[in-house]
């Protein structure tokens, strides 16, 4: 048996398993981390026939969706939700308001134009020798954020539990 062959083999069997997780598991926030497991080693499955488009593809998409959007259900119904912003941020944010106004204004009444940077110059200094490491970078650095959130998460909730059972 190939080593390529060996290695779908163990993927396919473990992506069973987590999906088999993913259908047996009765809190929502479990089922999406079987999900994104499971849509990860998939991914990895693709990258194993050396289509790292794909697995970027599916990384991006359907691991970053289900991530998101399982953080966003868990942290709406875990909590009372509570006023977003601080009647103090409305100071500095009409202080930025006015300055990027001011700024936009006079640019524009001297007749000089505002840069837009073109992405691929911005990327071309990038110290990155290919397209596929700066993406994922981007998928860690995504995944590190999203990760700090359900922890976050997490921890508030047993905190919650723990305060109402002493109650």
């Given at each position: 048996?190939?080593?390529e ?20 598991s009765?809190?929502?926030?479990y ?11 998939v991914a ?13 593809l599916?990384?991006f ?18 909590f ?11 100071i ?7 300055v990027i ?5 006079l ?18 200094v990038f110290?990155?020798?290919?397209n ?17 959130s ?8 047993s ?9």
């Amino acid at each position: 048996m190939e080593f390529e062959t060996l290695i779908v083999l163990i993927l396919g069997v473990v992506i069973m398993l987590s999906a088999s997780g993913v259908l047996l598991s009765r809190d929502n926030l479990y089922a999406s981390i079987y999900m994104s497991i499971t849509m990860l080693l998939v991914a990895t499955t693709y990258a194993v026939f050396d289509l790292q488009p794909v697995f970027i593809l599916i990384t991006f998409i359907f691991v970053g969706a289900i991530g998101v959007i399982t953080v966003a259900l868990a942290a709406t119904y875990r909590f009372v939700p509570t006023r977003q912003v601080d009647k103090l941020w409305i100071i500095p944010t009409i202080i930025t308001i006015a300055v990027i106004s001011i700024y936009v204004y006079l640019s524009k009444s001297i007749n000089t134009s505002i840069q837009i940077y073109n992405i691929d110059k911005v990327f071309a200094v990038f110290p990155s020798t290919s397209n596929n490491q700066l993406l994922v970078m981007f998928f860690v650095s995504m995944m590190v954020v999203l990760l700090l959130s359900v922890l976050k998460i997490v921890r508030n909730a047993s905190d919650y539990d723990n305060r109402r059972e002493s109650a």
